[in-house]
């Protein structure tokens, strides 16, 4: 797998983030939106943090989709409390070289040095404020897939924490706390931001801008400077077949592979081979996602119908919803049902819903969304005729 640097980008981010520019919220907090595999996470990880870092920041990466057995608060607190524990353990060695069992930190937070480096006791606030005092430098947490939050009630207070902890880190003439919350879900991400209710109300949920000409430039010189038989490398096609592939550069180079192998065995350029590779790739997700939906029962469809169709706006057992699954059954469908349905939608593996602490609910894949869109604009919705449907076993 190539690394292609996405540095001016990140150089664009850093001073918003600071609080340099003069328009902008970013200082407040960025949210960043993008489809999954489209290399937000390696930005974040290889390009941003080191960004930052260069600048003088104390940078906590943590990535809530990388273990989501476990609460998302605990995964947030554990991040904080390993960046912690080193500065700490420099404040606990001079305690006790000068004889101290408790340290005055700035004067607010006496800590137990027997305690160092573990969150006992802790605020999420309170230990930001410890980082960033033992430190003497800012703070910047960047939480990825950071809708996950928003799964469990600890991880919901988590998001109000921080966002209470900015506030308080945070001055006109300095910015000492900076959040940076991604997504691959843009809905999901939006109910951090989109009520009154919501942790970080107010803020601007971005997209991440995918890879583009740039990244397809360097392909084709590496591609020339590895097989120079194939020079001039035909970028327009190349463009093409990553974007046909939903601009996912992983699976790009994993098609491109297969493709450039002596095993493959193309009639054609091989430019023409991954348009038509990258579209067959494609095809086998579409047709995945179908064997998905008729795989479920029939009043799991219904309901998953319903989510696909109202995005945002779904509320599954109103009048209105019930009606609806009603309706393409022709038989009354409960609420109780409904939530049986729901339920195993949920607990399905991979799951094919989320839910939310407050008990949103939404398609766990927004990759879903765009399957369903493209069948229904074709005519081609539902995947099978709704006269068949039927209760079923329930």
């Not at 706006?313 to 393409?328: N, Q, V």
């Amino acid at each position: 797998m190539i690394s292609f640097p996405r540095t001016d980008l990140a150089q664009q981010m850093v001073p918003a983030l600071m609080g340099r520019t003069l328009f902008g919220d970013a200082h407040n907090g960025l949210f960043l939106s993008g489809p999954r595999r489209t290399g937000k996470s390696t930005f974040l990880q290889s390009d941003l943090k080191p960004a930052l870092e260069a600048e003088g920041v104390v940078v906590v990466y943590t990535d809530l989709w990388g273990d989501t057995g476990r609460d998302p608060a605990t995964v947030i607190a554990d991040a904080i409390g390993r960046a912690l524990q080193p500065q700490l353990g420099v404040v606990a060695r001079t305690a006790k070289r000068a004889g101290l069992d408790k340290l005055s930190l700035a004067g607010w937070l006496q800590v137990d040095t027997s305690k160092i480096g573990r969150l006992d006791g802790l605020t999420l606030v309170d230990a930001l404020r410890a980082l960033h005092e033992t430190a003497g430098k800012p703070i910047a947490l960047i939480v990825d897939e950071a809708q996950h939050a928003l799964t469990s009630e600890r991880g919901e207070a988590a998001m109000t924490s921080l966002k209470s902890a900015r506030d308080q880190l945070n001055s006109r003439d300095a910015v000492n706390l900076m959040l940076v919350m991604s997504g691959s879900d843009r809905d999901k991400l939006m109910r951090l931001v989109n009520s009154s209710a919501a942790p970080f109300f107010g803020s601007q949920v971005q997209r991440m801008p995918p890879l583009g000409a740039d990244f397809i430039a360097y392909v084709a010189s590496v591609i020339e400077a590895q097989r120079p038989s194939l020079a001039p490398v035909d970028q327009a096609t190349l463009q093409h077949a990553f974007e046909a592939i939903g601009h996912r550069p992983q699976l790009f180079m994993t098609v491109l592979g297969e493709v450039l192998s002596p095993f493959f065995g193309a009639k054609e350029s091989f430019e023409h081979a991954l348009l038509g590779a990258s579209a067959e790739r494609l095809r086998k997700d579409a047709d995945q996602m179908e064997s998905d939906f008729l795989g479920l029962k029939p009043i799991e469809q219904v309901v998953l119908w319903r989510m696909l169709e109202q995005g945002s706006r779904f509320r599954p057992f109103d009048a209105e919803a019930l009606r609806f699954y009603g309706e393409l059954l022709a038989q009354p469908v409960s609420l109780s049902m409904a939530q049986r349905a729901l339920e195993s939608l949920r607990q399905r593996t991979p799951a094919l819903v989320w839910k939310s602490a407050r008990g949103e609910y939404a398609v766990q894949d927004s990759a879903m969304h765009r399957w369903f869109e493209e069948r229904r604009k074709s005519g081609t919705w539902p995947p099978i005729p709704h006269q068949v449907l039927g209760l079923g076993d329930d």
